[in-house]
């Protein structure tokens, strides 16, 4: 099944990368917070362009309008800058993007962004202390739609895969590719920690 390849082929990196967040090192920070959120938009503000190229019945099924939250980050990165003290400045842009080139491509990176807006339940209470309600529109995109935002994820993964088997192997690689990637450019912001193994 898909959605088992996908969890299994992408654990390990995945499990990496939590562990090395600088946003969950010790008692949270705004400094962090923020240094998190630059690291998210520069990777995701170019992926979501390549996600508007998929098949417009897919991206119905998708409801991909919401699940493309660039802006969302933007939002809150401007209600933190006063809190910091400082002008934040534009974001870098990633340039070792994962390929998007074919529809299994663009949905294993689509899995992974997903992905991390379950973790962000988490991210929130974590960072709670910070008081950053009126910062947070990224971490809190879905609300209480999010289990469902990611069963809808689920199933247009699985009916994909029924209807194209043969394109199973793409799409898992497609999913290792972008955590190794949004690793890689998290270590170059500052937002992880160099990974122990490297």
Not at 77 to 99: F, I, K, M, T, V
């Amino acid at each position: 099944m898909i959605l088992d390849q996908l969890k299994s082929g992408t654990a390990a990196v995945h499990a990496s990368l939590e562990r090395r967040l600088v946003l969950v090192q010790g008692a949270p920070a705004l400094e962090s917070y923020s240094s998190y959120l630059r690291a998210m938009y520069g990777f995701i503000a170019p992926l979501e362009a390549g996600f508007r190229q998929l098949p417009d019945e897919l991206c119905a099924d998708l409801s991909l309008s919401r699940r493309c939250k660039a802006g969302l980050i933007l939002r809150d990165l401007e209600a933190l800058s006063p809190r910091l003290g400082h002008a934040l400045g534009n974001a870098p842009r990633c340039d070792a993007l994962p390929s998007q080139g074919t529809v299994p491509r663009a949905l294993g990176a689509l899995y992974v962004l997903e992905g991390s807006t379950l973790g962000a339940r988490w991210l929130l209470r974590h960072l709670a202390p910070l008081g950053i309600d009126d910062c947070s529109a990224y971490l809190s995109s879905y609300g209480e739609e999010l289990g469902a935002m990611w069963q809808k994820m689920r199933a247009v993964l699985s009916n994909y895969s029924q209807q194209h088997p043969d394109r199973d192997a793409e799409l898992v690689s497609a999913a290792l590719q972008t955590f190794e990637r949004l690793d890689d450019w998290f270590v170059r912001c500052g937002a992880a920690e160099v990974s122990r193994a490297a």
